[in-house]
């Protein structure tokens, strides 16, 4: 069966209200990603980026315009939309394994199965160890890796990753993003990676969009590829040594405006 995660965002605005004011956090917003594209999205701090992923995971609706996930109208969470929050939310009195099997237990799956599938997911992950011990006895890497397991055990067609290594050490989160660039392309989902660091952007993702500061906007889309590098598509790590790496970082930096802060 072909894996129907394609996306399509049109003209989408979304205004936040508190008692004191309206906040417009995006603002007619439009594209389109293909199914198995891992597209990445950088804006600075505040320019709508969660806001984004929320909306198209279904948990808010846009003010206006709509948006479609395998042509079909999003209108509430799916278990085809697998949601990786900014913060790993992990719960501390459950273990490891019972963490992992939480989006399961929410959507009435088959529990056996999905039990299988989240062993083999954190053994895969280098957890295979830790599957009963406790959120708080895991690194900040280790806990990242059980809130992807957790995320892909019911097996979404479409990852929506909020800054995923923004919490973790500059070397730490290099290899991270390395191991995880390597479990999404064989898993061959549709990712949209939400991230304010442009090398990871550039790094990991086949298409960088460009975020203006609030009301978020599209700045500008960028194709990303390593010619240098051969056919195949380069590591994370391999990327940053290719030579067209500088080119889109600087270009990108330009756009993001980020000597105004
Ligand atoms: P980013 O993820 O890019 O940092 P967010 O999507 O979190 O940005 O926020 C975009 C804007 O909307 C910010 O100005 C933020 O203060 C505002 N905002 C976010 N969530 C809410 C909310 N629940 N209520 C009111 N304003 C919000
Ligand atoms: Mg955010």
Known sequence: ??????????????????????????????FDINNGEFIAIVGSS??????LLSLMSGLIKPSQGSISVGGRAVDAPSPRVGYMFQKDTLLEWRTVLENVLIGAELLGLDMKAAKIRA?????R?????????????????????????????????????????????????????EEIAAILRAENKTVILVTHDIGEAISMATRVVVMSRRPGRI??????SFPSFGATRPTPLDARKCPEFAGYFQTIWDELDLHQI
């Open 46 to 51: 505040g320019c709508g980026k969660s806001t």
């Open 1 to 30: 069966m072909a894996v129907q995660a394609a996306v399509s965002v049109e003209n989408v605005s979304l205004s936040y209200f508190t008692p004191e004011r309206e906040t417009l956090a995006l603002s007619n917003i439009s």
């Open 219 to 224: 700045k500008s889309e960028h194709h990303i």
């Open 125 to 177: 992950y280098g957890l295979g160890e830790f599957l009963h011990a406790f959120p708080a006895q895991l690194s900040g890497g280790m806990r990242q890796r059980a809130a992807l397991a957790r995320t892909l055990c019911p097996n979404p067609d479409l990852l929506l990753l909020d800054e995923p290594f923004s919490a973790l050490d500059y070397q730490i989160r290099l290899a991270l993003s």
């Open 119 to 123: 062993k083999d997911l954190l053994t």
